[in-house]
């Protein structure tokens, strides 16, 4: 177990707009802090913004740049940039443990900046690298690029922390000690937890659909906008944003009665959203299909039914839970009557207790995260 040291946690994101980056690495912060730790963050973040407050944290921010831009190149260019700052940042603090937390791959091709000598863990929230699609000759060449600086960099880690069995399975073929995997689920925390746990029915007369998330290409809600046209009697809400989110906003019809466009919106905000709506949806196309959407387990923590659309690792931890509906992505025609039936059967109208009892049994970060810790 460490004495008392100095930790440097390492993020390239947006804590005070991104809620799923916020919400693990707050678990990381408060975990170390609860272990006796000084603890450091970097993030790219207004001055203004400071996680929480704790005589042995400070919170260090490099300028915020914008990256949510339809243009690879430039925006590889600009996370490159961000990457190099956080890291020439974490060499300045000097702390004897530098823990890098990703989905932002370019903090990993870069972690050879790191000060040598240092106890070094890597944090995996997504493996980013093969989510690039291939359909031109620039992204094919890229995704091969930064798989193999990807592979080759994991190797100067002494721990790597990864949220499913598939990054699991993933890390541990190139990783020769799998004792230097740990597992760390991509939850809730409990603070969060509890308030999700306390969010009412909706008691409203209005049958209402809300997705709530980044607005990207890997969500591709077309599909829910679409399903939003052929259902005028339900509410639909999308709350969030991203690249994708213009495009999206472009598709609605201009004159269309049942669907809002809550843009961002804070957590306390966010609980009363949760307790008017019925459903909560989800979708990733199918090559995410590795990927595990935090904000399912959110959604989960409420004990309001839960619809998805989607293949592999996210539909394989659904199935283990109760009141929740599996369809394809993109699959304008299953969502919508999915949605019909679920409201006609009536499933929608109790909370299911069980899934907020599993959630708190299994999914809580601040149990999880522990783990890492007392492997350092």
Same mark, same amino acid.
């Given at each position: ?7 440097? /946690? ?21 975990? +170390?802090?609860?272990?006796? &730790?000084? %603890? ?9 913004? $400071? ?20 243009? !690879?190149?430039?925006?590889?260019? *600009? ?5 190099? #700052?956080? *890291? ?20 990993? &091709? #870069?972690?050879?900046? #790191? ?41 100067? +880690? ?7 069995? &598939?990054? +699991? ?20 925390? *409990?603070?969060? !937890? ?7 029915? $909706? &008691? ?14 890997? =969500? ?13 009697? %339900? ?31 804070? !957590? ?11 459903? *909560? ?6 090559? +995410? ?23 592999? %690792? ?6 283990? !839970? ?16 999915? /949605? =019909?039936?679920? =409201?006609?059967?009536?499933?929608? =109208?109790?909370?299911?207790?069980? $899934? ?21």
């Amino acid at each position: 177990m460490l004495d008392h040291k100095c930790v440097c /946690i390492i993020s390239a994101n947006s804590l005070e707009n991104e809620n799923a980056s916020r919400n693990r690495v707050l678990s990381f912060v408060n975990s +170390f802090l609860a272990a006796g &730790h000084q %603890v450091k963050l970097i993030s790219m973040d207004n001055e203004a913004f $400071n996680l929480l407050e704790h005589e042995s944290f400070a919170h260090f921010k490099i300028p915020f740049i914008d990256t949510k831009i339809s243009s !690879f190149i430039k925006r590889a260019f *600009l996370e490159m940039k961000i990457a190099s #700052l956080v *890291l020439n940042k974490a060499n300045e603090l000097n702390c004897e443990v530098n823990l890098i937390t990703i989905p932002s791959m370019f903090l990993l &091709h #870069l972690s050879f900046l #790191l000060k040598t000598g240092k106890t070094k863990i890597l944090d995996i929230r997504d493996l980013s690298w093969e989510y690039l699609d291939e359909k031109s000759l620039i992204n094919r060449t890229a995704k091969k690029i930064f798989t193999q600086s990807a592979l080759l960099n994991l190797k100067r +880690f002494d721990i790597v922390s990864v949220t499913n069995d &598939h990054e +699991f399975d993933y890390i541990s073929k190139y990783i020769s000690n799998k004792e230097l995997i740990v597992k760390v689920p991509n939850g809730v925390s *409990l603070s969060v !937890f509890e308030k999700l746990s306390h969010v009412q029915q $909706n &008691h409203s007369n209005q049958f209402t659909v809300t997705y709530i998330g980044n607005v990207g290409l890997a =969500q591709d809600l077309s599909t829910l906008i679409e399903a939003s046209k052929l259902l005028p009697h %339900v509410q639909f809400n999308i709350v969030g944003a991203g690249t994708d989110f213009e495009r999206i906003h472009t598709l609605a019809n201009p004159n269309q009665q049942n669907l809002n466009f809550l843009g961002r919106r804070q !957590f306390d905000e966010l609980l009363e959203i949760y307790t008017q709506s019925d459903i *909560l949806y989800a979708q990733l196309t199918p090559e +995410f299909a590795t990927a595990m959407p935090s904000k399912l387990y959110e959604y989960l923590s409420t004990g309001k039914y839960v619809l998805y659309g989607g293949v592999g %690792v996210a539909g394989k931890t659904l199935e283990n !839970f109760q009141n929740v509906s599996l369809i394809a992505p993109c699959n304008i025609q299953a969502l919508k009557n999915e /949605i =019909q039936q679920i =409201q006609e059967s009536g499933k929608y =109208q109790q909370l299911c207790l069980q $899934n907020r009892e599993k959630i708190k049994a299994e999914y809580l970060r601040d149990v999880t995260v522990e783990k890492l810790i007392s492997m350092i």
